[in-house]
């Protein structure tokens, strides 16, 4: 069975160097990994956890940078990367909305050296709107491109943490209806977006979304998997973690695929769906061939 995890990240060694100063720059990146306690890996320790763990591949997802500059730099780390480790490392550039035409040619950029699409962008983190005419731009562009966007979500309730945002499922409702043709993934189980896939109306507009599980075992019980896929089906549910984040902080203490690639395995999802979970339905959605 083929694993990808479609939810990971990736920094450049000049950015775990020099953390501190990309932490001046960015106050959400600082307010998340100024500490050095913020898991940071090299390639060299992530091809190794994949071996480990059995996974084949894994999708790198940009962080959401509050400077374009700086969006460029890692961009042209992860092009690096992936041309270096084709069979093994797919990754998302990132683009910061605010600014306009020079977005939309950075993703245009990415696509051109062999990025999968474009994401994770926050909303949040980077301070757009969903209904920004430069968000929406990138969003038209990576719709016109053929490729796909991921979006920072997160539960509207429950508990606070570090890096949960304010974007309401009403905005990302209203963005999809706006892109309908855009392939998007919502983060995060989609902050909980998935429910409301009962809605026919709401079925229909979201025919184009995917939902990743990054995170999850930090936010719900392992039920999710088997709730979401019976909400939405079997093809739009992607495994993803977060590595290397910590996702069982009372016992992990190094970051691994593994434990959350077992919570999926006995989340009570259907034997002959897990294929398309844990690995297809990212080929899928972010395969650049």
């Given at each position: 069975m083929l694993i990808v995890d479609a939810h990971i990240h990736l920094f450049s060694p000049e950015i775990q160097a020099h953390r501190d100063r990309y932490a001046a720059h960015d106050p959400f990146f600082g307010y998340l990994y100024s500490s050095p306690k913020a898991r940071m890996v090299s390639v060299t320790e992530l091809l190794a956890d994949m071996d480990a763990a059995g996974v084949d591949k894994v999708v790198a997802v940009g962080w959401p940078w509050q400077r374009g500059d700086i969006c460029r730099e890692q961009n042209d780390w992860l092009m690096a990367v992936t041309r270096r480790h084709t069979d093994r490392v797919i990754a998302l550039g990132t683009v910061q909305p605010l600014d306009g035409p020079a977005a939309v040619a950075e993703l245009r950029r990415c696509v051109e050296g062999g990025l999968a699409?474009?994401?994770?962008?926050?909303?949040?983190?980077?301070?757009?709107?969903?209904?920004?005419?430069?968000?929406?731009?990138?969003?038209?562009?990576?719709?016109?491109?053929?490729v796909p966007m991921l979006l920072h979500t997160n539960e509207p309730v429950g508990h606070v943490y570090p890096g949960k945002g304010q974007l309401?499922?009403?905005?990302?409702?209203?963005?999809?209806?706006?892109?309908?043709?855009?392939?998007?993934?919502?983060?995060?189980?989609?902050?909980?977006?998935?429910?409301?896939?009962?809605?026919?109306?709401?079925?229909?507009?979201?025919?184009?979304?995917?939902?990743?599980?990054?995170?999850?075992?930090?936010?719900y019980t392992p039920a999710i998997f088997r709730t979401v896929i019976d909400l939405v089906g079997t093809d739009k549910v992607l495994?993803?973690?977060?590595?290397?984040l910590i996702?069982?902080?009372?016992r992990q203490k190094m970051p691994s695929f593994s434990p959350l690639l077992d919570e999926a395995n006995s989340g009570g999802v259907p034997a002959a769906a897990l294929a398309d979970v844990l690995g297809r339905n990212a080929m899928r959605v972010y395969s650049t061939s």
């Open positions: 699409g474009v994401g994770e962008l926050n909303a949040d983190g980077q301070g757009f709107r969903l209904d920004d005419s430069g968000f929406l731009s990138v969003a038209r562009a990576a719709t016109d491109m053929g309401s499922l009403a905005d990302v409702y209203a963005f999809i209806k706006a892109t309908p043709e855009l392939r998007l993934v919502l983060a995060h189980w989609g902050g909980g977006f998935p429910f409301y896939e009962l809605m026919p109306e709401v079925r229909a507009a979201a025919r184009n979304v995917f939902y990743d599980s990054a995170a999850s075992p930090l936010l495994f993803g973690s977060d590595y290397p996702l069982y902080p009372k």
